[in-house]
């Protein structure tokens, strides 16, 4: 069987559809294999009246997830169970190593999770960050990781009074932005899975057409000093050859 290339791990069960659904499907599209974590299954969510307890809700978000990850893609997905919105208590030692075993079955060169302020800066999301950097940095050339890329969103060029309160970044701090314009019917798609969240994905799902355009990376770490070229496209660049490519080099 094809390696998987690429893991993204994320908090909750939509993390994954606003943050790479594109991505995933742009390389699953090139015949390459990609993996999701959620470390949890979402239970403190909305519930959109479609679960009476954190239980049930916890399983029918863990449906949902399933429903993204197929939609998208991903060759493999992994729910842990760490309690929804107390990432500030999680027993990182115990999130590490469960995420190390994962790392070690997969061996992705290529590794994605939030930056430090987590997009919405969700006590869960920056939970994640601290403990993906940390394995990473620590352990990433033992578990085959290359490289380690933060999932960011761009700042507006003019900020929106009544737009969410992202936390974004500077568009030219991005390292690598894949465009995931043929792919946004897919992006939408995984992002209706999740019908307990519709009135967090509606606020993409109402967007025309043709406006979910690329998603964003910066390189947080690389085993080898690797750097992206101003404008790279392609997280796999170095790591893989593209049918095509090899005519540019012979
Ligand atoms: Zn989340």
């Not at 993390?15 to 959620?38: K, M, N, P």
């Not at 019908?195 to 967007?207: N, V, Y």
């Amino acid at each position: 069987m094809e390696p998987v290339m690429i893991c993204a791990i994320f908090s909750h069960p939509d993390d994954e559809s606003f943050g790479v659904a594109g991505s995933v499907a742009f390389y699953q599209a090139r015949g390459v294999r990609s993996a999701l974590i959620c470390t949890t299954r979402g239970a403190a969510g909305m519930c959109n009246g479609l679960a009476e307890t954190p239980a049930e809700l916890a399983a029918v978000r863990s449906e949902e997830f399933a429903c993204a990850a197929r939609t998208m893609g991903a060759a493999a997905y992994e729910l842990l169970d760490f309690a929804d919105g107390a990432g500030q208590n999680w027993d990182c030692s115990d999130l590490g190593a469960r995420l190390e075993g994962l790392l070690a079955r997969w061996r992705p060169p290529v590794v994605i999770t939030f930056d430090k302020d987590g997009v919405t800066r969700h006590p869960d999301h920056i939970a994640v960050h601290s403990v993906v950097s940390g394995l990473i940095a620590a352990h990433g050339p033992e578990l085959g990781v290359r490289r380690l890329f933060y999932q960011v969103v761009t700042c507006p060029e003019e900020a929106s009074p009544e737009g969410p309160s992202l936390a974004c970044v500077p568009p030219e701090t991005v390292d690598v932005s894949v465009d995931i314009r043929p792919f946004e019917p897919v992006k939408r798609a995984a992002l209706a899975c999740h019908r307990t969240q519709a009135a967090d994905t509606a606020h993409l799902l109402d967007q025309p057409a043709g406006s979910l355009r690329a998603e964003h990376y910066q390189l947080a770490w690389s085993a080898d000093g690797w750097r992206p070229c101003a404008g790279a496209a392609d997280l796999l660049v170095d790591l893989v050859s593209w049918p095509g490519e090899r005519a540019v080099h012979e």
